[in-house]
């Protein structure tokens, strides 16, 4: 646990879980969360899909949806920070409560349902922002009610062109009911197809640079399904990947009473699945494609392990709230002794070193 945490961790506990993010989100705006990154280390910066990001521990979608704490989120040391997910229109998500934290097993489960206050909202903020330094990524969602959930996403990619660094296509939130069959082959093949072209004329249209376009995908595909996604991505244009969303697995839980919860769970107990299935899709869409590993990171050593299964970049969040915002600069600490130790000299010359152990794992435990 970071320093200071821990005394904070039992009123924090006490709260109800929601409450308790909420609070942490307008600690983070209001500048009063000490935060102490590290100096930067220029060995940990990469440059993906045309955007430098000056180190690879980023914040991933779901903890500020609505944009309203970005600065707030990079000034702990986030080499990038992920906002949303976001629908076209507002929409108030799954009925409360929704968010539940099982702490011995440092994990959540969530059935938020896309809650946020809609793109138009997002651009707002993201427009005042304009020309301030960090990147920005936008997690893209579908509304519930959507007669037509492909135009939702490219709805979304031209309502961010130009103000977001990269945007992120979610297909493979569990909260969203029938959203993950869009992560079948042909359906997969025209929302790509889509929101590439989406992408284009929105590139044409603002005389920029074109928007990074990345995949978010779940980690409970089969072995086929994730074939045919690498099928599917490797005939697009499409930038990158991300590995992974939340579980609705609950190997690992024994019997606490909140596993029984309906939600995607994150966390530690994610960690083992979601570095399988990136290895897996690292071997199948090979070592140039971009890759974000998300789940289970809460360590520079859980870091470390997906880089080397395969990830060019990983993102936080559910560590975060067990270890506190101090882990961001622990990860990075972490990750520079490491490469010292190993004599590498960058975190790119370790991606993918171990892909083939991970990915001949069993994605549950024995």
């Not at 821990?6 to 909420?22: K, M, N, S, V």
């Not at 969602?141 to 990269?166: C, E, F, H, T, W």
């Not at 969203?176 to 359906?187: F, I, M, N, S, V």
Request: zero cysteines.
């Amino acid at each position: 646990m970071t320093s200071g945490y821990g005394f904070l961790r039992p009123f924090i506990y006490a709260l109800d879980t929601e409450r308790a993010h909420d609070l942490a989100l307008r600690a983070l705006r209001m500048g009063v969360v000490p935060a102490f990154p590290p100096k930067p280390d220029p060995r940990l910066a990469r440059t993906l899909f045309g955007v430098r990001f000056p180190n690879p521990v980023g914040l991933a979608a779901g903890l500020d949806k609505d944009g309203s704490t970005i600065d707030g989120l990079l000034r702990v040391g986030f080499g990038s920070v992920e906002v949303g997910s976001v629908t076209p229109r507002p929409q108030p998500g799954n009925s409360k409560p929704r968010l539940f934290r099982l702490a011995p097993a440092r994990a959540l489960i969530n059935r938020y349902g896309f809650n946020n206050e809609g793109l138009p909202a997002l651009r707002a903020r993201l427009e005042r922002r304009k020309g301030r330094a960090g990147i920005v990524g936008v997690n893209l969602g579908a509304n519930k009610d959507s007669a037509d959930r492909v135009a939702d996403y490219v709805a979304g990619i031209g309502m961010v062109a130009g103000l977001a660094d990269y945007a992120v296509i979610n297909v493979s939130s569990p909260n969203t009911p029938g959203l993950r069959a869009l992560q079948e082959k042909e359906a997969l093949v025209e929302l790509l197809a889509r929101v590439t072209a989406a992408r284009d004329v929105a590139t044409a249209a603002k005389t920029g640079k074109p928007l990074p376009v990345l995949l978010k995908l779940s980690p409970d595909v089969t072995e086929a399904q994730l074939a045919d996604i690498a099928d599917a991505v490797k005939a697009s244009t499409i930038d990158g990947a991300i590995v992974s969303n939340t579980t609705l697995d609950r190997a690992g839980l024994g019997n606490a009473p909140q596993a029984k919860e309906a939600g995607g769970l994150s966390g530690r107990p994610l960690f083992r699945r979601s570095t399988i299935q990136l290895a897996r899709l690292r071997r199948l869409v090979g070592p140039a494609f971009p890759l974000i590993g998300v789940g289970g990171i809460d360590s520079g050593l859980t870091a470390w392990q997906k880089f080397e299964a395969g990830a060019d970049l990983v993102q936080v969040y559910s560590g975060m709230i067990f270890e506190g915002p101090g882990l961001i600069g622990a990860i990075l600490r972490d990750l520079s002794s490491r490469l010292d130790a190993d004599g590498a000299q960058t975190i790119a010359a370790i991606v993918g070193r171990k892909t083939d152990d991970w990915a001949a794992m069993d994605l549950i435990s024995p």
